[in-house]
């Protein structure tokens, strides 16, 4: 019986140290690190706000007709991206939704909390359309944000 679960453990063990590294720091500049610092930040500052069922829907955040109740962070820019956004479920919803706004457009990404798209749309502030995007290709935009969230806290801590 001892052998029997000695063999077991090392087994686990052997599994466990074989599993591949998360994909977590490899692929996303959405690190480990960075989310904790944005959740603590929208904990601590975020103002709730519901994100619109047209919006909210066509990613899967919300059903039919529903908004989404989030907490969120919300920054301005001065570059083609006028404003930045990241939005946390107030229920058990683990996924996260960022936002970027240019003059004329919305560009919301839903997003598993290791980086990956899950899903995106571009919403057309002129015409009110909106386009769903195939989340691979919407990845790099979408890695783009997190890298603008993550000098937005590099610059936040940065010695003055």
Known sequence: MSNRLASLAFLAILIFVSLPAPLFAQSSPLTPDLLSKILSTIATFGVNRDIPAPLANPLGLSASGQNWPTRQIVTKDSGPVLLHSFAVDLGNQQDVAITARTSDSIHVFRARRDGKAVAAIIFDLTTHKITVR?????????????????????????PK
Not at 136 to 146: S, T
């Open 134 to 158: 195939n989340p691979v290709e919407a990845q790099k935009e979408l890695d783009a944000e997190f890298a603008y969230w993550a000098d937005e806290f590099a610059r936040a801590n940065a």
